[in-house]
């Protein structure tokens, strides 16, 4: 995908690849890990479709956003490989080695170029069970946020859990390239898996006699089983809340709302409650999603709780003038949301990445279309 830069590049993938197959190695593709696993898949899922309608900028109406799009999700696997007597391992960007095959689970294998490079050894581990739920490094650009551990990794095992009506083995091992963060920690120990089941792939060498694992597919539309699946997983950590609130998502860090103090100021005389960005424990971020009746805030990974919002939840997404994904239009798709979109603010000429460029609200025009949103808000909630 895009946002990823392999680091295979010419004449270096080239002689990698070669020596690899010298070594008797041998790089697996998508298709070709699917077949290769076909005797060991344990559940499967198909592609999901949905239709996206067309985006029109909320502050310029004559101006499209998003066009209307067929937003399609890739079928989603589950499989128990029990190892025979070929050796069986996990390399060190997470991905399993399998008789001399690399298989590929996710998006590729551009890791392994590097990983072949560095040096020292690390201390190996033998399992019965290991669960490999993702094989990429976290470098904060293309992995490594809140979306990506909640979607690509955190979805996956609730699927994978999903297909073991017994959950997972008691002494099975979950073990990857760890983001080691907060919500991480929270996550898997929601599932169940003790501190000394956690392991860092980039310290230990796993090896294993049964392995447990799925595929990611679409990057921006995760199939509509998984994010069901994270919904389920996740759903017991709410708090209930008796009353429905409008709610300012804050932003620090890239893409900032640069005129936040001004556009807050508006907002709270429509009595809209500003959340700040901060760390926040899963159950806080999932119960003020779901006690939302009104969201609005910048392009962020915050969005990402929104499929915890109630049905008929309204979502304006703020966006900086060169970043516009649809991701959380697709999301609010799948969750009944209510959704709508606006560019804000001129290019920076200075930005190096379109990803970090901030943006100036322009109060006014906001204001002026925010009212026929909060009568529907309004009515919305008198018919609940």
């Known amino acids: 995908m895009s946002r990823i830069s392999s680091l295979f590049t010419g004449t270096a993938k080239t002689s990698f690849l070669a020596i690899a197959r010298m070594m008797g190695v041998t790089f697996l593709d998508k ?14 899922y198909p592609a999901t479709q949905h239709m996206l309608p067309a985006v029109a900028d909320l502050t310029a109406p004559d101006q499209l956003l998003f066009t209307q799009e067929l937003a399609e999700s890739l079928p989603a696997y589950v499989w128990c490989y029990e190892r025979s007597s070929q050796p069986a391992r996990q390399l060190r960007c997470g991905n399993i080695l399998i008789d001399g095959r690399i298989l590929c689970t996710d998006y590729g ?30 470098d904060g650009i293309a992995f490594g946020g809140y979306y ?16 073991f009506p017994n959950g997972f083995p008691t002494d099975a091992v979950v073990a990857y390239p760890l983001f080691h963060t907060q919500y991480e920690r929270e996550f898997l120990a ?16 796993v090896r294993f006699r049964r392995c447990l694992l799925g595929n990611n597919g679409h990057w921006f539309y995760p199939n509509a089983h998984d ?100 991701f959380f239009s697709y999301l609010s798709a799948l969750a009944g949301l209510r959704y709508t979109a606006t560019r804000q603010g001129k290019s920076d000429p200075a930005r190096h990445n379109d990803l970090v460029e901030n943006m100036t609200v322009d109060v006014s025009a906001l204001e002026r279309h925010l009212n026929q949103l909060l009568e529907t808000e309004d ?6």
């Open 190 to 205: 929601h599932m169940g898996f003790r501190p000394e089941q956690i392991v860092d792939t980039r310290q230990y060498e």
């Open 148 to 163: 990506d551990f909640i979607y690509l990794v955190a979805a996956k095992l609730s699927r994978i859990r999903q297909s």
């Open 109 to 138: 294998n551009q890791y392994l170029l590097r990983d072949s490079l560095r040096p020292g050894k690390r201390q190996l581990v033998e399992v019965d069970t290991l669960i490999a739920p993702f094989g990429h490094y976290q």
């Open 227 to 326: 994010v069901q699946a994270i919904h389920e997983q996740l759903t017991p950590l709410i708090q209930p809340s008796p009353t429905r609130n409008r709610l300012y998502i804050s932003r620090s860090g890239r893409r900032r709302v640069l005129n936040e103090d001004t556009l807050v100021q508006m907002l709270s005389q429509y009595n809209f409650e500003y959340v700040e960005d901060k760390a926040r424990s899963l159950s806080e971020q999932l119960s003020i999603y779901n006690r939302a009746s009104f969201l609005i805030g910048p392009h962020g990974a915050s969005f990402s709780n929104l499929i915890w919002s109630q049905p008929g939840t309204q979502l304006v997404e703020l966006f900086s003038p060169n970043y516009t994904p649809n």
């Open 31 to 44: 298709p070709q890990t699917v077949d290769l696993l076909r005797p060991h898949q344990q559940a499967f």
């Open 379 to 384: 009515k919305g909630l008198l018919l609940n």
